[in-house]
């Protein structure tokens, strides 16, 4: 079954405690992606990747970093997480080089007191 | 990053009315795409929009891509239980070096009555 996963789908954490939110797609896709979804303000994009080793930053990278060494993985590392980075966060990937049919994963709700 | 927006907030419906909704920018976007997202999911994409004055069917949904390719709209007919949840519209910009990235709108939640 194509699919994207995420791990862990909840995570409750203390301020300054680094931490990874893995995300694996089985379909071959090219472009990843990593969003935060926040009451009132929509999904906004986080990082993308348009390939392995590419990475580029979307409206909101400040406090997390990415990487891409294989085509199906795509991590977000919160390097020291602060309270505002409380929110729900969304993976996807799409086979077209670009954003316009991703599939999402079901999300990573992340509390970080 | 640009912004997007998504009007309305939210609709209050009876079942077997027919759903409008907007997504408006001051920018213009190349590419428009409409999601819905059912309560603990991610989004899923209904309807991608390529062209300016595009108009595209998925079943019930029709969506147009606005002329000025700075605004987009989604139609719903005959609306039915499981309808609803919360609609994202989203542009994408391209530039020189591929996408731009994805531009979301805040959403419009749809409830509907029986």
């Known amino acids: 079954e194509a699919q994207v996963t995420q791990n862990p789908r909840y995570l409750i954490t203390v301020t300054g405690k680094k931490l990874t939110v893995t995300c694996s797609q089985n379909?071959?896709?090219?472009?990843m992606s990593w969003y935060r979804q926040d009451p009132g303000l929509g999904l906004r994009q986080i990082y993308y990747?348009?390939?392995?080793?590419?990475?580029d930053k979307g409206d909101v990278p400040e406090g997390y970093k990415v990487s891409r060494k294989e085509k199906r993985n795509f991590p977000l590392i919160l390097e020291s997480p602060s309270p505002n980075q409380t929110s729900l966060y969304f993976c996807a990937s799409s086979s077209g080089g670009g954003p316009d049919t991703q599939y999402f994963g079901p999300g990573t709700r992340l509390t970080v007191l | 990053g640009q912004q997007l927006n998504q009007s309305p907030q939210s609709m209050f419906i009876q079942e077997g009315e027919d759903v409008s909704m907007n997504c408006t920018s001051s920018?213009?976007?190349?590419?428009w795409l409409w999601y819905k997202q059912d309560p603990g999911e991610g989004p899923v994409l209904l309807i991608a929009?390529?062209?300016?004055?595009e108009l595209t069917s998925n079943g019930r949904l029709t969506a147009q891509f606005g002329i000025t390719r700075k605004d987009s709209f989604l139609n719903i007919s005959a609306s039915i239980p499981s309808d609803v949840g919360i609609y994202f519209c989203?542009?994408?910009?391209?530039?020189?070096?591929?996408?731009?990235?994805?531009?979301f709108g805040k959403g419009t939640h749809l409830i509907i009555q029986p």
């Open positions: 920018s213009i976007f190349n590419t």
């Open positions: 990747s348009m390939n392995v080793e590419v990475t």
């Open positions: 989203a542009g994408i910009q391209y530039s020189g070096g591929g996408a731009d990235g994805l531009t």
């Open positions: 929009l390529y062209k300016a004055g």
């Open positions: 379909m071959n896709h090219e472009y």
